[in-house]
């Protein structure tokens, strides 16, 4: 018998979806634009950087509201280190590595007071406090390079802050692929998503 547990308020829900969709759609127009071939592009390019500036645009304000979310509501507590991070990191990895195929019970059970188990809270962490933040602030850079970039990087501003804008953007998008699998690892291969929408994670 599966029990549940509110762990995702509305607020939570409605960033994680926009969040999620502007993600996709700076992946596909960034893709688009650094990719395609001009006599056949997948998107158009003046309509692909006009989608993929105002997407970041959105995304960094989504961003700033996560960021006072977290600050004002109990939410931000599920994105603080605690003691013996490097050892519950290596058992949630054996887990995922062995365990998990053998039936063993997860060694991190999500709780109300612990909603990411240590690898997932290590990877969020790391996309939500780093990359995020280096992607909106590069791509900002880029947006305004008469304001900032030249002053930083001298002649080479450009082609250095567009390498980091980048390697930043392809961390996300393998960070989504990886997401997306592991969301399947549940009570049913859709009770997590399922959660995004209810705000109800079903556990066993």
């Known amino acids: 018998m599966s029990e ?28 688009s634009m650094q990719y395609s071939d ?22 960094a304000v989504s961003y700033l509201g996560f960021f006072i979310g977290n600050v004002l509501t109990p939410n931000g507590k599920h994105y603080i280190f605690r003691k013996g991070i490097v050892n519950n990191l290596i058992k949630q ?20 007071e612990s909603k990411f188990n240590p690898l997932q809270k290590f990877s969020y962490i790391v996309i939500m406090h780093l990359t995020i933040p280096l992607v909106a602030l590069s791509g900002l850079m880029l947006f305004f390079p008469e304001l900032m970039i030249f002053e930083i990087f001298g002649s080479k501003a450009l082609h250095i802050t567009d390498i980091i804008h980048v390697i930043m953007g392809f961390f996300i998008s393998v960070f ?4 997306i699998y592991f969301c399947t690892i549940g009570c049913t291969p859709t009770s997590n998503f399922k959660s995004m929408f209810t705000g109800f994670h079903e556990k066993h």
Do not use: Q
């Open 4 to 31: 549940k547990i509110y762990l995702y308020p509305v607020w939570v829900r409605f960033w994680h979806w926009s969040n999620a969709i502007l993600c996709l759609l700076l992946i596909f127009t960034g893709i």
């Open 38 to 59: 001009p006599a056949y592009p997948m998107i158009r390019f003046d309509w692909a950087v006009y989608l993929h500036d105002i997407a970041g645009i959105l995304l």
């Open 93 to 112: 990895a054996k887990y995922y590595s062995f365990g998990i195929f053998k039936g063993e019970k997860p060694p991190f059970p999500i709780t109300e």
């Open 176 to 179: 989504l692929i990886v997401h």
